[in-house]
């Protein structure tokens, strides 16, 4: 049976072939002459029922109008109830489906008001097969499935148990946890075990309806939520899949633990139903509110790379405990990576044929080797579908630049590792006829670093990094567990001594020695974090940390995000900003800069911070060598000389400076103003000098009367 609100009309499902209208007459015809009532309906319309819903559509109508006129016409509603009585007897008889609670009727209307709207397995079509079905499901399973054995006995006991052991009332068939190593397969076992259930009759739909809970990272979106999950529930899926629990608001898993442990959760607030959506209202004389979420006729999948103490972190013991199956998944093997990459090349193949008209064939060994090692031994099915993908473009870019006749042979083959298409004697690299990501030139990055006047230990520590993570690199293809340090940092030093300029550098480099994704360093301070009113602070901090993922956050003057304990917005930007570092820790590195006193004060702000960055760089202030050496550089990079004698000039004033007022000065901002201002001066002094030289800068350019 389908539930209430789309048993009337059209709204996200099928509408019935019969009308209220119809029901209506019939019933009353049936009534008068005392005939049998399906007869005279099917008599009268000329058309024959064909599933429950066709009448759940009319009970529900009828038990509609029987409502309206509830407190009007006690005769009338006593008659429509009598017909609802009728109807479904014939659903008992029929089908073995009972809706004497939707029929239900009082003449006060106040029962049929509170009446729970909640999708559930009412509207779910009963399914006829048994435990029996199960029987051969892991052989058809097995075949798309590849080195899972183990990980797909257990998903099925799991899907297989509620037929066994019945669920409890109201409860979910099934709660189950599947996790597991990453690309080793899971969402491809949960899809194929979900068709072959449906072939079999034990599922009435093999759509998996996922649901991504990091969207759910902030408080305060309990209407958004809430209308997902109803949509969720509402599905013919029978299979829910949550993703990301651990990215979710604590407030919304206190839902979905309620889902799990009773069997319902009850909404704090009041909410209708309107056009098929779930709506919150104020009205406390709303009728038909939704009072309840039941799980009832679902499976809930928890699907996570995190075993059961982190799920137990985020939802406590007691889900952990209601779970009725955890299955996990293993590693691939190399023999499992062969036979998906045979598939894939046999997918290639027909693809190609269809496409790009090549009939293509291989040296098949090479080619799945080198699939194999292309992808790696931790990328597993992500690294194959890369190399094919990669394959499938090189194809589609021969059949654009050249002119082939449908049905043109290619051979593809390895020939000193790499990938080759031999047409018809002519043989082509294909992936080297791709365009090149980018990802950044390691040596070109190394040369920009060398070339920053200073800074030694903090290039040192920057050129330490590559060593690390290649060295982990080597340990994961070697199937060794891989450690992972924390590379969070955290920048103090007085304003102009570089922070900026070593945090782009940095974001490029691991882009380049591929930490990173993306590379990109996105700059930002107080302004563009904390919010002007209530709510508007969380959404600011994690729209900027969506920009920043695959790179660098930049945080400038990161202390004054906190301004005492009665910075409430302040504070909730810290909060969200913590919780963002740990959910995205794989794919972004943050550093927060500012002075080394006020940056210690803000470490002890939130208990969290200061452990999440443990990498401390202070960067010193500039002797006077040093900006004399940035001065040459930026004099030379603007197309100027420095004239005889003004070095040592220079030199004494930046060391007076930097003695008397380092912190204040500027450091290498310092320099960009004194060259700017000579470059100024000079275009002054040459209007009284037309002959002189324009590309020399003289001593008398330089402003040096501040000390």
């Known amino acids: 049976m389908r539930e209430k609100d789309d048993m009337f009309s059209s709204l996200g499902g099928r509408r019935s072939q019969y009308t209220p209208e119809e029901i209506e007459e019939a019933a009353k015809q049936a009534k008068k002459t005392g005939a049998n009532f399906m007869d005279l309906l099917q008599e009268m319309t000329g058309r024959v029922y064909k599933t429950s819903s066709d009448l759940g559509f009319g009970v529900e109508a009828l038990s509609r109008?029987?409502?309206?006129?509830?407190?009007?016409?006690?005769?009338?509603?006593?008659?429509?109830?009598?017909?609802?009585?009728?109807?479904?007897?014939?659903?008992?008889?029929?089908?073995?489906?009972?809706?004497?609670?939707?029929?239900?009727?009082?003449?006060?209307?106040?029962?049929?008001?509170?009446?729970?709207?909640?999708p559930g397995s009412d509207h779910i079509p009963p399914l006829t097969a048994d435990a029996e079905a199960f029987d051969g499901i892991a052989?058809?399973?097995?075949?798309?499935?590849?080195?899972?054995?183990?990980?797909l006995k257990k998903l099925i006991v799991a899907f297989k148990r509620p037929f066994i052991l019945p669920e409890e009332k109201g409860h979910a068939r099934n709660t189950m946890l599947v996790t597991g190593p990453e690309n080793s397969g899971k969402h491809l076992a949960l899809d194929v075990l979900a068709d072959e259930m449906t072939k079999r009759g034990l599922l009435s739909s093999g759509d998996l309806y996922t649901?991504?809970?990091?969207?759910?990272?902030?408080?305060?979106?309990?209407?958004?939520?809430?209308?997902?999950?109803?949509?969720?529930?509402?599905?013919?899926?029978?299979?829910?899949?949550?993703?990301?629990?651990?990215?979710?608001?604590?407030?919304?898993?206190?839902?979905?633990?309620?889902?799990?442990?009773?069997?319902?959760?009850?909404?704090?607030?009041?909410?209708?139903?309107?056009?098929?959506?779930?709506?919150?209202?104020s009205n406390s004389f709303a009728s038909e509110t939704v009072s309840t979420f039941s799980p009832a006729g679902k499976y809930l999948v928890f699907l996570s790379t995190k075993g059961v103490d982190s799920l137990a972190n985020s939802f406590g013991a007691p889900f952990v405990n209601a779970l009725g199956d955890i299955c996990e998944s293993a590693r691939l093997d190399e023999d499992s990576l062969k036979k998906i990459s045979k598939v894939r090349l046999e997918e290639l193949k027909a693809l190609s044929s269809r496409h790009f008209g090549f009939e293509l064939e291989a040296d098949e060994d090479a080619l799945i080797s080198a699939s194999v090692a292309a992808a790696g031994r931790n990328a597993a099915t992500e690294g194959l579908l890369a190399f094919y993908d990669k394959l499938r473009k090189s194809l589609a870019?021969?059949?654009?630049?050249?002119?082939?006749?449908?049905?043109?042979?290619?051979?593809?083959?390895?020939?000193?590792?790499?990938?080759?298409?031999?047409?018809?004697?002519?043989?082509?690299?294909?992936?080297?006829?791709?365009?090149?990501?980018?990802?950044?030139?390691?040596?070109?990055?190394?040369?920009?670093?060398?070339?920053?006047?200073?800074?030694?230990?903090?290039?040192?520590?920057?050129?330490?990094?590559?060593?690390?993570?290649?060295?982990?690199?080597?340990?994961?293809?070697?199937?060794?567990?891989?450690?992972?340090?924390?590379?969070?940092?955290?920048?103090?030093?007085?304003?102009?001594?570089?922070?900026?300029?070593?945090?782009?550098?940095?974001?490029?480099?691991?882009?380049?020695?591929?930490?990173?994704?993306?590379?990109?360093?996105?700059?930002?301070?107080?302004?563009?974090?904390?919010?002007r009113y209530v709510g508007h602070t969380a959404p600011l901090v994690n729209q900027v940390l969506q920009s920043a993922l695959g790179g660098v956050l930049f945080i400038d003057e990161a202390y004054s995000l906190y301004r005492g304990n009665d910075d409430s917005f302040g504070l909730e930007a810290i909060d969200t900003l913590v919780k963002g570092i740990e959910d995205n820790r794989d794919n972004l590195i943050v550093i927060l800069a500012g002075y080394s006193k006020e940056m210690q004060e803000?470490?002890?702000?939130?208990?969290?911070?200061?452990?999440?960055?443990?990498?401390?760089?202070?960067?010193?202030?500039?002797?006077?060598?040093?900006?004399?050496?940035?001065?040459?550089?930026?004099?030379?990079?603007?197309?100027?000389?420095?004239?005889?004698?003004?070095?040592?000039?220079?030199?004494?004033?930046?060391?007076?400076?930097?003695a008397l007022r380092a912190d204040t000065a500027g450091n290498g901002r310092l320099v960009r103003n004194k060259v700017e201002e000579a470059i100024l001066n000079q275009s002054r002094r040459l209007v009284a000098e037309p002959d002189a030289d324009l590309s020399l800068l003289k001593t008398i350019d330089f402003v040096l009367d501040d000390i």
């Open 139 to 151: 052989e058809a399973a097995g075949e798309k499935v590849f080195g899972q054995d183990a990980f």
């Open 602 to 658: 803000f470490l002890e702000s939130n208990s969290g911070l200061k452990s999440r960055f443990p990498n401390y760089i202070d960067f010193p202030d500039y002797t006077g060598e040093e900006l004399l050496a940035i001065t040459k550089i930026q004099v030379k990079s603007k197309g100027y000389v420095l004239d005889e004698g003004t070095d040592q000039v220079l030199l004494a004033y930046y060391n007076a400076v930097q």
């Open 211 to 281: 649901i991504d809970l990091s969207l759910y990272s902030t408080a305060g979106r309990d209407n958004v939520f809430l209308q997902d999950l109803y949509m969720a529930f509402r599905s013919k899926s029978q299979v829910i899949v949550f993703e990301n629990y651990a990215a979710c608001h604590i407030s919304y898993l206190t839902y979905l633990s309620d889902l799990v442990i009773k069997g319902e959760c009850r909404l704090q607030e009041r909410y209708i139903l309107q056009k098929g959506q779930l709506v919150h209202v």
């Open 397 to 531: 870019t021969l059949k654009l630049e050249g002119s082939y006749e449908k049905g043109t042979n290619v051979y593809l083959k390895v020939t000193d590792g790499r990938l080759i298409a031999d047409i018809e004697g002519a043989e082509t690299d294909l992936i080297s006829n791709l365009p090149a990501a980018y990802s950044g030139d390691i040596e070109a990055v190394k040369a920009e670093m060398d070339n920053i006047v200073g800074l030694e230990k903090v290039k040192e520590y920057v050129f330490s990094l590559e060593e690390y993570y290649r060295t982990q690199k080597k340990r994961r293809e070697a199937g060794l567990k891989a450690s992972e340090v924390s590379k969070h940092m955290i920048f103090t030093g007085n304003p102009g001594t570089g922070k900026t300029t070593i945090a782009r550098i940095i974001s490029r480099y691991l882009k380049a020695i591929g930490v990173l994704t993306g590379g990109q360093l996105v700059e930002v301070s107080r302004a563009d974090l904390v919010g």
């Open 65 to 118: 109008n029987a409502r309206d006129m509830a407190d009007s016409n006690t005769k009338e509603l006593e008659d429509l109830n009598r017909q609802l009585e009728d109807l479904n007897s014939r659903l008992t008889q029929d089908f073995g489906i009972d809706m004497s609670g939707f029929t239900k009727t009082s003449a006060t209307g106040e029962e049929a008001a509170k009446a729970s709207l909640v």
